[in-house]
């Protein structure tokens, strides 16, 4: 029987930042994977969808540079192969990081034996603390003919050319999809059940992405959800509640995800679950308090994303030998949707200062005209500031652009570090950069 400190479930971000950080304070530490080394964020999703993206937001930038006429299609199979080498780097460089920290490593299914062993490919292995990391599944669909549906993943992994394809939902991943194929050429659709895109983020704004995903041939169908799905010889006959019918060659879903936490067997180690994952508190401690659960397995009230996995695997690593203990405090929110164009988002929202409009006042600028974005014929550029109406200080920014996302991870430094007009007017910034608009933007 082998004997560690931490055994961690689960390989992903959120399972090596807490293998890693564990190991850097003089633990032993093992790590259980059952599927792929790096997890979901690494093979079926931020990775891939990443390589992706930049081919395509390369064909989208030479195309409005030359006009369309003259630009050749996306070449999808080139662009898959190179996907294909930097996910298959990625994974190894996860396994020789375990290596070099000294982490021993396990390929197998894990499911608890008791409240200190579990069971690995009939193997029992002993630890003072386990760290549950294994995030979450698609839903099952159970709407005739939704064994033809595609979990989000697939896409990112396919080999050939998108030509028509149906996304159900209208989340961060749907709008990521629908980017990337409606740029390869693809005719895009769709379905989401309410009215409401992207929630959370601004109605404005996502409009405006919504209008500018249009003219690629991306069609939304709101109000509306698929009643059945049926094969034919050549492609997928989609039927809806409401009576629509159209021809498909695929459909995925990105309808969230389910905590994969079922077979682990976690009875057995004294851990309660719900229906949003396994329960922990303050301090990412299951019920049972030798072991802990981070990422998408854990009922924490936080989005489902890849940086709050890194931030809560680095913060039980940490906690594991810190004395005394301090519960988990995160830092500013920052996101994004890695669609044609980009939304991002940092701090209190739009919609929250809307809300609460005696507390905030919202100042927008829009970003068209400068220098930045017209050299990128970025016509939907546009910037939300959410200022605090007693400090006068920015708490929170919305961005539409193709560089959205940059601009809004210098307003986070900005914000988090309580960055002045004075101060940052101090600063110098290569000169015609993205950076340089910082001057423009701030204010008191």
């Known amino acids: 029987m082998k004997v560690f400190d931490t055994i961690v479930i689960g390989s992903g971000v959120g399972g090596a930042g807490a293998a890693i950080r564990a190991a850097s304070h003089g633990q032993t530490v093992a790590v259980i994977e059952q599927r792929d080394w790096g997890g979901t964020t690494v093979n079926r999703g931020s990775t891939p969808k990443k390589v992706l993206l930049g081919g395509i937001e390369a064909h989208r930038d030479f195309r409005v540079q030359n006009g369309s006429a003259a630009v050749p299609p996306v070449n999808w199979e080139r662009l898959a192969a190179h996907r294909d080498t930097v996910v298959s780097q990625t994974q190894e460089n996860f396994k020789r990081r375990f290596v070099a920290?000294?982490?021993?490593?396990?390929e197998g299914h894990a499911e608890f034996i008791n409240s200190q062993q579990i069971r690995v490919n009939g193997e029992r292995l002993t630890a003072k603390t386990f760290v549950i990391a294994t995030g979450a599944r698609p839903r099952e669909l159970t709407f005739p003919g939704g064994q033809w549906v595609e979990h989000s993943g697939s896409f990112f992994k396919r080999h050939v050319a998108p030509k028509n394809i149906t996304i159900l939902g209208a989340g961060v991943i749907a709008f990521a999809i629908a980017g990337i194929a409606s740029e390869a050429g693809d005719t895009v659709t769709l379905?989401?059940?309410?009215?409401?895109?992207?929630?959370?983020?601004?109605?404005?704004?996502?409009?405006?992405?919504?209008?500018?995903?249009?003219?690629?041939?991306?069609?939304?169908?709101?109000?509306?959800?698929?009643?059945?799905?049926?094969?034919?010889?050549?492609?997928?006959?989609?039927?809806?509640?409401?009576?629509?019918?159209?021809?498909?060659?695929?459909?995925?879903?990105?309808?969230?995800?389910?905590?994969?936490?079922?077979?682990?067997?976690?009875?057995?180690?004294?851990?309660?679950?719900?229906?949003?994952?396994?329960?922990?508190?303050?301090y990412l401690q299951t019920?049972?308090?030798?072991?802990?659960?981070?990422?998408?397995?854990?009922?924490?009230?936080?989005?489902?994303?890849?940086?709050?996995?890194?931030?809560?695997?680095?913060?039980?690593?940490?906690?594991?030998?810190?004395?005394?203990?301090?519960?988990?405090?995160?830092?500013?929110?920052?996101?994004?949707?890695?669609?044609?164009?980009?939304?991002?988002?940092?701090?209190?929202?739009?919609?929250?200062?809307?809300?609460?409009?005696?507390?905030?006042?919202?100042?927008?600028?829009?970003?068209?005209?400068?220098?930045?974005?017209?050299?990128?014929?970025?016509?939907?550029?546009?910037?939300?500031?959410?200022?605090?109406?007693?400090?006068?200080?920015?708490?929170g920014a919305e961005a539409i652009s193709y560089q959205a996302d940059v601009l809004i991870n210098y307003v986070a430094l900005l914000i988090q570090q309580h960055v002045t007009p004075a101060q940052l007017h101090e600063t110098f910034f290569a000169y015609p950069s993205a950076a340089a608009d910082l001057y423009g933007i701030w204010t008191d």
């Open 101 to 106: 920290n000294d982490i021993t490593t396990f």
């Open 191 to 282: 379905v989401q059940h309410n009215h409401v895109a992207l929630r959370g983020f601004d109605p404005q704004l996502v409009q405006k992405l919504i209008a500018n995903l249009a003219k690629q041939n991306v069609r939304v169908v709101f109000d509306d959800e698929l009643a059945r799905l049926d094969r034919t010889s050549t492609a997928l006959q989609v039927r809806t509640a409401s009576g629509a019918q159209w021809t498909t060659e695929a459909v995925y879903a990105a309808l969230g995800r389910l905590p994969n936490v079922d077979d682990l067997n976690l009875q057995a180690a004294g851990v309660t679950t719900d229906a949003h994952g396994i329960r922990v508190d303050d």
């Open 287 to 395: 019920s049972n308090p030798n072991v802990f659960a981070v990422g998408d397995c854990a009922a924490v009230a936080t989005p489902k994303l890849a940086n709050y996995a890194i931030f809560q695997g680095k913060y039980v690593g940490d906690l594991l030998t810190a004395t005394p203990r301090f519960p988990i405090v995160y830092p500013l929110q920052a996101s994004a949707v890695f669609s044609l164009p980009r939304l991002a988002q940092v701090g209190v929202s739009a919609a929250v200062a809307r809300q609460k409009s005696s507390r905030y006042t919202l100042r927008e600028v829009a970003l068209n005209k400068w220098l930045t974005y017209q050299r990128e014929y970025d016509d939907q550029a546009q910037l939300i500031l959410v200022v605090d109406r007693q400090s006068g200080q920015v708490v």
